[in-house]
């Protein structure tokens, strides 16, 4: 279904344009819209009848998302519900009444999971390493199963711009794969379908709306108070090369939606072995004495990628 782009755009213009403030929280908001209102129509993420599980974890990010997607379903096309669940991981100190409380002043379905899995990861993972993946890994079952309990058809992520490019750079840098965060997937149980609506979504608009907004941000004290992690450093370099080189991170991430794999190495993905002259002009194919030219701000200053390995 081909679905018109219109309805993205509907916001309300505010009611006293001469504040300079209010006029930019309003283009703010109607960009914030237009992007994840077109992820959504350009990777097909949200269909008619569908249940979207809203991860909300108490964060800028998820709270935007949650946010931007009310705003979207009281005037898109096609009819979808949407039901936002946190896992309270019972970290200590955690204010487990911050989202109950907001959730119900929105007026929107919710759902609280409890599930001790802090004293899993404090038991399992010794002080000073990373927790993130095994945290990160019982979470994920835990949701997949609370999706199934309360019918949705889809679960929704609230990863932007920033973290799909982190995510690229780390499986670069580290795992030795051109592997980003895909925008939709199926999850590796192979029951649910997983989407990202902020794929589009810049950071710092993401930390601009928050302000706008007022959310009751809640700190996550399990892992982000741990130092070095690799992300935080490629977070940096990619915040290093766009002060440097204003519009490089726009240039990446256009880069992931324009892949060329005959330009690359993986036979897997290019027939390289029975590539033959077919005698037919070919604007893509390789010219192989001309050297490449680019623009001076896209190439990376190298010198700036360090790591504490």
């Not at 989202?99 to 002080?127: C, M, W």
């Not at 993946?133 to 979470?139: A, Q």
């Not at 608009?205 to 928050?210: G, I, K, S, T």
Request: proline share 6%; aromatic share 8%.
């Amino acid at each position: 279904m081909v679905m018109d782009l219109g309805w993205i755009d509907q916001a309300q213009p505010p009611r006293r344009p001469d504040l300079k403030i209010e006029r930019e929280a309003h283009k703010l908001e109607k960009r914030l819209c237009r992007q994840v209102g077109q992820a959504i129509v350009a990777f097909n993420m949200i269909e008619e009848g569908d249940r979207v599980m809203v991860c909300v974890s108490g964060g800028k990010d998820s709270y935007a998302m949650l946010d931007i997607l009310l705003k979207l379903r009281a005037r898109a096309p096609v009819h979808f519900e949407l039901i936002a669940v946190n896992l309270d991981q019972k970290q200590p100190g955690f204010p487990e009444q911050v989202l109950p409380q907001y959730l119900s002043q929105l007026g929107v379905p919710f759902h609280i999971e409890n599930q001790d899995t802090y004293s899993i990861v404090k038991r399992v993972i010794a002080e000073g390493k990373t927790m993130c993946s095994l945290c990160s890994r019982l979470r994920r079952g835990i949701l997949y199963r609370v999706a199934d309990e309360l019918g949705c058809t889809k679960i929704a992520l609230g990863h932007h711009r920033d973290d799909i490019l982190q995510t690229f750079f780390l499986n670069f840098f580290f795992a030795g794969k051109l592997k980003g965060m895909p925008p939709k997937l199926v999850s590796d149980d192979g029951r649910h379908i997983v989407i990202r609506p902020m794929a589009h979504v810049s950071e710092k608009d993401l930390v601009r709306w928050a302000a706008q907004r007022q959310f009751p941000i809640i700190p996550c004290t399990l892992c982000g108070s741990q130092t070095n992690l690799q992300r935080k450093q490629v977070g940096q370099m990619l915040r290093d090369w766009e002060r440097s080189h204003p519009g490089r991170i726009e240039s990446m991430f256009t880069a992931l939606q324009n892949l060329v794999p005959s330009h690359l190495m993986d036979s897997k993905r290019h027939d390289f072995k029975n590539l033959r002259p077919d005698g037919i002009a070919n604007s893509d194919g390789d010219r192989a004495f001309d050297d490449e030219s680019f623009a001076t701000a896209s190439a990376p200053d190298l010198q700036i990628v360090k790591f504490d390995l």
